[in-house]
Structure formats: structure tokens, C-alpha cells
């Protein structure tokens, strides 16, 4: 069974920074890519940053010069350090794994994390 856990989420004051933390375990022999997803409170999901094997990087104009993601592959464990927090960035935020493929298997799947909340006080 493949599991995602994040970890890292917090209170912080604006203008601080937290760093998320993602796993995957389970038997992994690839992902493609990674990424960090947010969902406020009334909003849908949408994309913060992703990251492929490659280490090609895609980032939601909301959060580019403050947000950094990188990837560890050989962990397959993802980060995002997180700058300058505004209280806008208030969020649950969820770990993505797409295109991932368990040993033994040639079908790729999506998997999600559990979501951390990261809360930004003004």
C-alpha cells in the first residue's frame, strides 16, 4: 500500500516560514512527479508547486519568489520551503504523487497525502 505523509505544517506570524515535508513509501520503483496542492476554506484545491523526476519545477504565480520546492528521488520525498507567508497562504495543504508506479506494476497512478494545515496570522 502506498502512503504519502507530510509533515511541517504550523501557526506561523506573516512575513515567517515553515518547511512541508513529504514521503512516499510502499514498494515505489518511480514517480514522475510531485507536488504540494492548498485548499482554503470555501475554495477548491489548486496548485502550489510541482516537481518531475527530472527536477523540472512548475509554480502558482501566488506563491513564485517565496515558495521553493525540491525533491529528494532516491527518498521519494518532496519539500516546499515556504517564505514571506501572508495570511492568503492559509491553507490545508496536500502532497501529490502523479505517475507513480509500484514495482511489479506498469500502470501509473495518483496518489494524495492526508493535508497539513498551515495557518498565517496577520
Known amino acids: 500500500q502506498v502512503q504519502l505523509v507530510e509533515s511541517g505544517g504550523g501557526l506561523v506570524q506573516a512575513g515567517g516560514s515553515l518547511r512541508l515535508s513529504c514521503a512516499a513509501s510502499g514498494s515505489i520503483f518511480i514517480i514522475n512527479a510531485m507536488g504540494w496542492y492548498r485548499q482554503a476554506p470555501g475554495k477548491q484545491r489548486e496548485l502550489v508547486a510541482a516537481i518531475t523526476s527530472g527536477g523540472s519545477t512548475n509554480y502558482a504565480d501566488s506563491v513564485k519568489g517565496r515558495f521553493t520546492i525540491s525533491r529528494e528521488n532516491a527518498k521519494n520525498t518532496v519539500y516546499l520551503q515556504m517564505n514571506s507567508l501572508k495570511p492568503e497562504d492559509t491553507a490545508v495543504y496536500y502532497c501529490?504523487?502523479?505517475?507513480?508506479?509500484?514495482?511489479?506494476?506498469?500502470?501509473?497512478?495518483?496518489?494524495w497525502g492526508q493535508g497539513t494545515q498551515v495557518t498565517v496570522s496577520s
Open positions: 501529490n504523487a502523479d505517475g507513480l508506479i509500484r514495482y511489479g506494476s506498469t500502470w501509473p497512478l495518483d496518489y
